[in-house]
């Protein structure tokens, strides 16, 4: 979290088995989530990934069955990311609180 807000990253992967490892260790501590996209690597990529994800929650592994390109893999990692804040959102609003949130954003001034 970075100032009160949650964060995600998105790392789009082909045939990055030399650089994978250093590109998550240098992800900083603030970083709540990570959303490598494997673009159908040849190598070891998506296999050091999870190996990675295993010690490192943070980390989720999304492998694309054909090469789909740099940009395909980073919307990729964004829908993921749009996924959780959507279930987040709607686990907020079941709690109610966004009622209580509304009221104080335009009713009470």
């Known amino acids: 979290m970075y100032k009160g807000y949650k964060i995600g990253v998105a790392v789009p992967a082909y045939n990055e088995e ?15 989530r990570i959303y490598v996209v494997d673009d159908c690597s040849e190598d ?10 295993k010690r490192d929650l943070r980390i ?37 609180r966004w009622i209580q949130k509304i009221c104080q954003l335009y009713l009470i001034q």
Not at 73 to 93: D, F, H, N
């Open 18 to 32: 030399k650089l994978i490892g250093e590109t998550l260790k240098g992800i900083p501590s603030f970083v709540d």
């Open 44 to 53: 070891r990529t998506a296999e050091i990934a999870e190996q990675f994800s």
């Open 60 to 96: 989720s592994l999304i492998r694309h069955e054909k090469n789909m390109g740099k940009g395909a893999a980073t919307i990729s990692g964004w829908k993921a990311g749009i996924k959780v804040v959507w279930i987040y959102l709607l686990q907020w609003m079941q709690t109610g």
